[in-house]
């Protein structure tokens, strides 16, 4: 099936490892012209600019720089985020602050400044990685539920705000996924206990009991990146295996 991506710009922020990797190399595939971006100093698409998107002024020069390198921006996938267990007695200020500037603040900045180029060409698309967390808070990560909760109302008011000037926005709710953020060392599931024993109960968890894989998070990006979802905006796409269910 021909996703309609091909030479389309699209840029991947967290794009070093995990979802967004595999995002970028699906998008690859389907013949896009693919921007990388992490705090590494190289990454696998055509273009890759390093930077902590966490900071004012780096998700615009990220944008500034595609626009500058080739011509225009396309699609943007707002991937970039951190997580880790905490308890929300215990969190700082200073905490709760980095975790907004990461999870939150790095994608208004990147639509902010690829709103004008998407407009300019007569449209583009958007898709923001929340999570399951965003729905169906975890206790063990309150900052980055609020904050991944944050990034499905802003997909949805960018949805509203931009559909006359065709841009689409959506947003995508994955759950537990096989990367090194969950299965690493010092990763969420060491950090919860012992790591078979968490990753054990976490899978069992689910209804399809299993971890997602992150091929299968990047595929329902992609998806929603390409021609074939040209009539979708303002959604909330869950890929957790089940986890949360739909309220109607």
Known sequence: MDLGLRDKVCVVTGSTGGIGLETARQLAGEGAVVVTSGRSESGSGLLHVSGDLSQPGEPERLIRETVEHLGRVDCLVNNVGFAEIRRFEELTDEQWEQSWQLNVMSAVRAIRAVVPCMRERGGGAIVNVSSTAAKRP???MPDYSVTKAAMLSLSRLV???Y???RIRSNA???GP???EAWLGEGGLADQQGDREQVFARVAAGRPLGRYARP???AAVIVFLCSDRA???TGAAWSADGGTVPIIL
Do not use: K, N, Q, W
């Open 138 to 140: 975890s206790t063990g």
């Open 159 to 161: 949805a509203d705000l």
């Open 163 to 165: 559909a006359e000037d």
């Open 172 to 174: 995508v709710t994955p």
């Open 177 to 179: 996924t096989e990367t």
């Open 215 to 217: 091929e299968e998070i």
């Open 230 to 232: 040209s009539y979708v």
